[in-house]
């Protein structure tokens, strides 16, 4: 056997823990009771949340104002400020030379949404892309979930120095197969509540209801699934509770 063969298994480990250190589970699996801190890092820090939120919150909130007295200018306004908003937090991490992944992503989320509302001369579409990419993290979930290869159990297991062993521990299996079906739960409920409104073009209910539940849900869906997986896990491997960089 080589030394590259011999040493692909380490490296496939490397990336698959550096992966799971950077979802939301990543930032509070160190944590004997998860602080605020590693919450909102969970969310991407006050930057990330604001990221995530502004967006959405200005598009709302113009559009709100706007539709009765000037609905000619309610459309673009809305969607010009929340594309501005991403593109400001997009340069200050490029400008700051950090990494500005997230931030591009977002703003590449929210530019193609605008678009898509423009052409389709529907309000709505704004969010049509949030809830197909709702709809595909479901699929993605529930497909692990029935192929017996649940994704909080690879997330964790290389979180937790544990590589896929979750799979032979009946306890653990069953942590990680009721934390992926929470997963599939959180995104099905996002489009039960809003593809009807959607479909409606009710612009205003579904950007209320699209930001109720983002971030609100989000975070006791992270939380019970850190009290489902701490019911099995020991702190993760090498991890210093003591050392706040470790959560």
């Not at 594309?83 to 590449?108: D, H, M, P, S, Y």
């Not at 709505?124 to 909080?152: E, K, Q």
């Amino acid at each position: 056997m080589s030394d590259d063969e011999r040493e692909s298994p380490d490296l496939r480990e490397a990336i698959g823990a550096a992966a799971a250190k950077n979802t939301g589970l990543g930032a509070v699996a160190g944590e004997d009771a998860p602080s605020g801190a590693a919450l909102l890092k969970a969310m991407g820090g006050v930057r990330g949340l604001c990221e995530s939120v502004l967006p959405g919150l200005a598009f709302i909130v113009l559009y709100t104002v706007l539709i009765t007295p000037a609905p000619d200018a309610s459309v673009p306004v809305a969607l010009g400020a929340s594309v501005l908003i991403a593109l400001v937090f997009t340069l200050w991490r490029v400008f700051a030379k950090e990494n500005a992944t997230q931030a591009v992503a977002g703003l590449v989320g929210v530019a193609a949404s605008a678009v898509l509302a423009i052409a389709t001369h529907k309000p709505s579409a704004n969010f049509w892309l949030g809830l197909g990419i709702d709809g595909l993290y479901g699929v993605v979930f529930l497909i692990s979930a029935l192929v017996r290869w649940p994704l909080i159990g690879l997330v964790v297991g290389y979180l937790y120095g544990d590589g896929i062993a979750w799979k032979k521990d009946k306890a653990k299996y069953r942590v990680a197969l009721w934390a992926t079906l929470l997963w599939v739960a959180l995104f099905a409920a996002r489009l039960v509540v809003q593809l009807p409104m959607a479909i409606r073009d009710d612009t205003a209910a579904l950007a209320i209801a699209h930001l109720l539940m983002g971030v609100p849900l989000y975070v006791p869906v992270l939380l019970v699934t850190w009290l489902l997986v701490r019911s099995v896990y020991a702190q993760p491997k090498g991890a210093d509770a003591s050392d706040p960089t470790s959560s």
